[in-house]
C-alpha cells in the first residue's frame, strides 16, 4: 500500500475579539513554525503580548517565540506540539487532546483576556474545528465513528464521536467550582460545543465519576482523544468510500 498524505490544514481567524494561527496535522510529523503576521511577531523573535489591559490577572502574558520550551509544547519525532492562548489551563487541556489523539497542532492567540476569557477559549475552540474539518476532507474511507474511555486518578470520562457533518454536541462534566485554573469551567462545555459546531461532528462527552475538577476536565480530554484518533483511521481497502446509508455525509 502507498504511502498516505498527511491531513492538514492551516487556520487563521482574525476579529476584534482574538487574533488565532493554527496548524493541525491529524496524522502527526513535523509542521512548520506559525508563518509571520501583523498580529504578530517573527516565530523566534523576542515574545509578544495579549492585547489585553491591566485589570485582569491575564493581562500582558508574553507570548514566547514558537522556539521556546513551555508548559504546552512537546516536541517529538511523531508530533510537535506547541500550544499559547494565554489561558494556561485550556493550553494544558489542548496539549492534552493532541497529545493523545496523535495530531502534531501549533496555535496561538491573542485575545481580549481584559474582559474574561470567554472569546479567546469559544474562537479557539472554533478554530480548532475548522482545522479539524479541513483537514479531514471528503470524509471518505475513514471509521467514521469514534469511542474512548480515560481514567485519571479518580476519574474517568466517556467520549462518542460520529464525524456525521451534523454539528451537534452534549456535555455532562459535573465540575463542582466556576474555575479550573485561569478557565471558566463552563467554557469547556461552550467550547467543545463551538468545536463540535465548527468541525461538523456530533460528540458526546460525559464524566462519569471524579471528585477532582482538573482530573474531570483532563480525563474528558484525553477520552476525547481517543475518540478522535478511532474515528479518523483510515480503512484500507475502502478508499473514497462514504461511510453511510445515504450515500453522503
Known amino acids: 500500500m502507498a504511502p498516505q498524505s498527511l491531513r492538514t490544514a492551516f487556520i487563521e481567524r482574525n476579529t476584534k475579539e482574538t487574533k488565532i494561527q493554527l496548524s493541525l496535522s491529524l496524522d502527526g510529523g513535523p509542521l512548520d513554525l506559525l508563518p509571520d503576521s501583523k498580529h504578530f511577531f517573527s516565530a523566534t523573535s523576542t515574545p509578544t503580548t495579549t492585547f489585553s489591559s491591566l485589570s485582569s490577572p491575564l493581562a500582558y502574558q508574553p507570548i514566547p517565540a514558537q522556539t521556546e520550551d513551555h508548559h504546552a509544547s512537546q516536541t517529538s519525532d511523531a508530533q510537535h506540539i506547541w500550544i499559547w492562548t494565554g489561558i494556561g489551563f485550556l493550553d494544558h487541556m489542548l496539549h492534552a487532546l493532541a497529545k493523545h489523539a496523535g495530531w502534531s497542532l501549533r496555535l496561538r492567540s491573542k485575545g481580549d483576556l481584559a474582559i474574561d476569557d470567554h472569546h479567546t477559549a469559544e474562537d479557539t475552540f472554533l478554530a480548532l474545528g475548522s482545522a479539524f474539518s479541513s483537514a479531514l476532507g471528503p470524509r471518505t474511507g475513514l471509521v467514521r465513528f469514534g469511542t474512548g474511555h480515560a481514567p485519571l486518578d479518580e476519574a474517568l470520562s466517556r467520549a462518542v464521536i460520529d464525524l456525521s457533518n451534523r454539528p451537534f454536541f452534549v456535555g455532562e462534566f459535573g465540575f463542582q467550582d466556576q474555575k479550573i485554573g485561569a478557565l471558566s469551567a463552563q467554557m ?62
Do not use: P, Y
Not at 476536565?217 to 476525547?224: C, D, Q, T, Y
Open 188 to 249: 469547556i462545555h461552550h467550547g467543545l460545543q463551538s468545536f463540535s459546531q465548527a468541525a461538523g461532528v456530533t460528540l458526546h462527552v460525559d464524566v462519569l465519576r471524579g471528585c477532582n475538577d482538573h482530573h474531570r476536565a483532563e480525563s474528558a480530554f484525553k477520552a476525547l482523544a481517543v475518540a478522535c484518533k478511532e474515528a479518523c483511521r483510515r480503512v484500507e481497502g475502502r478508499e473514497g468510500e462514504v461511510v453511510s446509508t445515504k450515500g453522503v455525509l
